[in-house]
């Protein structure tokens, strides 16, 4: 089992990246899949999550309105578009996979992590 995250980097305030998990060594249609994140001196923190299904998707409140997950399956890749960007999104940024998902994820549900991307947000 692998998830490969990619897209991180640094970005001036305002600014847009798009995060992307390639997925392996599962069945990935049947995961929800999630983003969360980490900044220095704090606990990770669920940002989004899309169901195993697609059909509903669900946001940490400070991003809502920004950032957008979305997933395709025949490529078993999950994104994460990011945009209006603020310094407070700092952080590394993990994805993960949860079997059967069907609500928001909690890290306890998660079944697989990835190794995480930094995302530097400069003001």
């Known amino acids: 089992v692998q998830l490969q995250a990619s897209g991180g980097g640094l970005v001036q305030a305002g600014g847009s990246l798009r995060l992307s998990c390639a997925a392996s060594?599962?069945?990935?249609?049947?995961?929800?899949m999630g983003w969360f994140r980490q900044a220095p001196g704090k606990e990770r923190e669920f940002v989004a999550v899309?169901?195993?299904?697609?059909?509903?998707?669900y946001y940490k409140d400070s991003v809502k309105g920004r950032f957008t997950i979305s997933r395709d399956n025949a490529k078993k890749t999950v994104y994460l578009q990011m945009n209006s960007l603020k310094p407070e999104d700092t952080a590394v940024y993990y994805c993960?996979?949860?079997?059967w998902g069907s609500g928001t994820m909690r890290e306890r549900e998660v079944d697989y992590w990835g190794q995480g991307t930094q995302v530097t947000v400069s003001s």
């Open positions: 993960a996979a949860n079997k």
């Open positions: 060594g599962f069945t990935f249609s049947s995961y929800a």
């Open positions: 899309i169901t195993w299904r697609g059909e509903s998707t």
